[in-house]
């Protein structure tokens, strides 16, 4: 069995969870559309979801919360998140936001017209939705292995360059208004992108001119392995690997929600003066004033603590490798996983869990459901239903290649015995895999449609 590195904590404060019956997980599923987002927390036993938001803070934390100045301008936790985000970010100019999305949705509506095209290694969900409601197109240039979840690659999240020059070529730079790579890639499997090949993304925007922005969703987890498997950097601290990632990049949209390991929050970061005004007034209208951004002081208090213990290494060391564990244990039952784990989830390959289902049938959605109703457990499928779409052009349905339920992680949340428990679980629902069905969808809404669609067993 691989081996558990005990947590870096000990527990000062606890919030009870339950099992309910099997029949009151299939009447909490029934009603929730066979939609695990309409699930209430309550009725959920280990909550796999999202590692976003979720997150245990620190004691330092919690006491730094108690410092927060609500001042509506000027307040002092602005200026002491500042000192932080120009420690490790360094860029120019910095608002925070309220979480990742509101970041991109002012980025998108700034600079996107309709037709314009954004490459990334693979856009997440909320900056796929937010640069398609601006009718552009998001388009995904990871190397090919990425679509192989059995390869093992160090660098499994890099952008493929020559996939990214061909298609900058081919579009014209000036249909491309920003470009931008996401760290770690997070709907490819939380797979990590060397220092290399940022630097290699770097030198292409630069060279046709397009402005790079940071999915800096994971930074932090992201710096750890490129200590850890990158030639050149093991004598590197997390923080000196950050500062030298962001040096590359005109920006970065963040969800402080993952590597600020706060409940709320998030920025956006970025040198051009000329566009930071625009940002500043469309912030204004959406988010807030530019020193509180859509949240409290405290929030940003806490951010500015979340940063810095994320780049901790005894706290990088437990959190890669519990997901490792994780991982290597799944593999070791039989069942595919992207592999290698990454940091912040582990990902199921449903279609080979479930070979029976044919893609169109929903696998994942099937896959995340069984979990629920075998075990209490809440995984969120990153597969046909989140990521496949109708084509507004040839209105032909469009899959994505891979069929995924993502088991992500909180930080700082559940110990071993919750992670042994899964895997029991995982392996019963292996065994007995035929017994599965699929779904159709019955409700969907134009975007984003996996939070909000509603589903029928088949
Ligand atoms: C979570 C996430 C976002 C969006 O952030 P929110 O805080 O949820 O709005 C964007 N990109 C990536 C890679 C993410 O993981």
């Not at 590195?5 to 309910?20: A, G, H, W, Y």
């Not at 070529?169 to 992108?193: D, F, S, Y």
């Not at 590359?248 to 590597?259: F, H, N, P, Q, V």
């Not at 929050?265 to 859509?294: C, Q, W």
Request: net charge negative; hydrophobic share 40%; charged share 25%.
């Amino acid at each position: 069995m691989p081996k558990y590195l005990p947590e870096p904590f000990r527990i000062k404060m606890v919030e009870p969870i339950r099992l309910i019956s099997a029949e009151a997980r299939k009447e909490a599923l029934k009603n929730a559309g066979y939609n695990v987002f309409g699930l209430h927390s309550e009725d959920v036993y280990i909550d796999f979801m999202t590692d976003s938001g979720t997150s245990a803070m620190s004691q330092e934390q919690w006491s730094a919360m108690m410092l927060g100045d609500e001042s509506y301008a000027g307040a002092r936790s602005f200026y002491r998140l500042k000192v932080v985000m120009d420690e490790i970010f360094g860029f120019k100019h910095f608002v925070p936001t309220h979480q990742g999305r509101a970041a991109e949705g002012i980025l998108s509506a700034l600079l996107i017209k309709p037709g314009q095209f954004v490459p990334s290694n693979m856009h997440f969900d909320t900056t796929e939705g937010n640069i398609r409601a601006r009718r552009g197109k998001p388009v995904n240039l990871i190397i090919d292995q990425a679509y192989n979840p059995a390869t093992r690659l160090d660098f499994k999240g890099n952008m493929d360059i020559a996939k990214l020059k061909k298609f900058i070529r081919e579009t014209g730079p000036e249909n491309i208004p920003l470009g931008m790579i996401t760290i770690t890639n997070n709907a490819g499997g939380g797979q990590p992108v060397s220092m290399e090949n940022l630097r290699q993304v770097s030198a292409t925007y630069k060279e046709f001119d397009i402005p790079f922005f940071i999915d800096a969703c994971r930074f932090a987890e992201n710096a750890y392995f490129i200590k850890l498997r990158e030639p050149g950097y093991e004598d590197k601290s997390p923080l000196e690997i950050a500062q030298e990632i962001f040096s590359l990049a005109d920006g970065a949209t963040m969800s402080a929600k993952k590597d600020g390991i706060v409940n709320i929050g998030g920025f956006l970061a970025l040198n051009d003066d000329k566009l930071f005004e625009s940002v500043r007034n469309e912030l204004i209208m959406r988010e807030g004033f530019p020193t509180y951004g859509g949240l409290a002081g405290r929030d940003l208090e806490a951010m500015a603590v979340g940063f810095m213990e994320a780049l901790q290494v005894s706290y990088l060391e437990y959190r890669l490798g519990q997901t490792a564990y994780l991982g290597e244990r799944l593999l070791e039952k039989g069942i595919q996983i992207i592999e290698p784990p990454g940091a912040h989830a582990i990902y199921i390959d449903a279609m080979k869990l479930l070979p029976h289902i044919p893609q169109r049938e929903l696998p994942g959605q099937a896959l995340s459901i069984a979990m629920y109703l075998e075990g209490g457990i809440r995984a969120v499928e990153l597969g046909t239903v989140a990521f496949g779409y109708i084509d507004p052009d040839t209105g032909e349905e469009i899959f994505p290649r891979l069929d995924l339920v993502r088991m992500a992680i909180p930080r700082r949340v559940y110990t071993q015995s919750h992670l042994d428990y899964t895997v029991d679980i995982l392996a019963e629902i292996a065994a007995k895999a035929e017994s599965y069905r699929g779904f159709r969808i019955a409700y969907q809404p134009k975007l984003l449609r996996h939070f909000t669609a509603r589903f029928e067993p088949l």
